[in-house]
């Protein structure tokens, strides 16, 4: 004896395999694919997304921090190199190279004796950060200059 499931022929003994292959635990298995999720799988789905979720915020508003102080370390820079300029710009026996140390805006520099007839240059500047735990972040940068070229 020959059965037809979805157009084919086969045995009874092929339909009967088959039949039992679609029924599990007394369920019709097309009936228990498009029954949906179990409660227990949409609350593992939704934790999984939150803890991305999280992880990804996380990452973003650390990358946002890193480039606001990357920003003021820049800038700060700058004004560094500014005020090197400046100081540049003076003659080697102006009282801006006075051994010694010299305040200005957000820090100071220090002029010290350097070999063979240079004065050395240290300055350092600072910038109040929120985002670590010491209040300050300084920033040095050093240079020299010499009695031959700064006349």
Known sequence: MHHQIEGKQMSARS???????????????????SAG???VEVMFASAIMA?????????????????????????L?????????????HSFGDSVFDLGSHAISNGYYVVSD????????????????????PTNVWITMSTSISSGLHK
């Open 15 to 33: 339909a009967s395999v088959i039949g039992r292959a679609l029924r599990v635990s007394g369920c019709d298995l097309r009936r228990r694919l």
């Open 37 to 39: 999720f179990t409660l």
């Open 51 to 75: 803890l991305a979720l999280i992880t990804m915020v996380a990452t973003f508003v650390q990358c946002k921090r890193c480039t606001s102080r990357l920003n003021k370390h820049l800038g």
């Open 77 to 89: 820079m700058h004004q560094m190199r500014r005020v090197m300029e400046e100081l540049h710009s």
């Open 114 to 133: 350097g070999p063979w007839g240079t004065k050395d240059i240290n300055m350092t500047m600072y910038w109040a950060d929120s985002l670590s735990s």
